[in-house]
């Protein structure tokens, strides 16, 4: 696997879309229900990357999957944890894209002063339980039927790891 992971940027945000935006229109997986312009994206880029790592992985000259954090509650207590996401094109699935963004983003995390990294699964899914349980987070919590989409009610479980 030749890969580069590199931070993300503004001129990512329509391969970040390409590969996003199927898991709103098919998925449950995000719970968003209306898929994102590159603009959109880009603005969430820069969000997020004025205080948290955002991560592409590119092969081939092709970006073929992301991951970055964001806070995880508003208030002043909760500053030193952080949500994970992680998404990988339908082409990258299973050949360890999102292994190595993730440890790489882990490393980023490190050197700032996140102390907890929290990634929330809607359910089922067990790819991504399985990569989270991979990179060390445990099962910490399980919501049943907290989000509906496609007509069904969707459990999300949250999985925990402290740095």
């Not at 339908?90 to 292994?99: I, L, M, R, V």
């Not at 190595?100 to 790819?127: F, S, T």
């Amino acid at each position: 696997m030749t890969h580069i992971i590199r931070p993300a940027t503004i001129a990512d945000a329509a391969a970040i879309c390409d590969i996003y935006n199927p898991y709103i229109r098919d998925t449950f997986i995000s719970f968003e229900t209306e898929p994102v312009t590159p603009e959109q994206m880009g603005h969430r880029i820069i969000d997020i990357t004025a205080n948290f790592p955002w991560l592409v992985c590119v092969e081939n000259e092709q970006i073929v999957g992301y991951a970055y954090v964001t806070k995880w509650r508003a208030r002043a207590a909760y500053q030193h944890a952080v949500e994970s996401s992680v998404y990988l094109s339908e082409a990258a699935a299973g050949k360890g894209f999102g292994s190595a963004l993730y440890r790489a983003l882990i490393e980023e995390l490190k050197k700032l002063p996140v102390h907890v990294v929290i990634g929330g699964i809607a359910l089922p899914n067990a790819a991504s339980v399985a990569l989270h349980e991979k990179m060390g987070y445990e099962k910490v919590a399980h919501f049943a039927q907290v989000g509906r989409k496609f007509d069904r009610w969707i459990d999300v479980g949250y999985w925990q790891r402290v740095l």
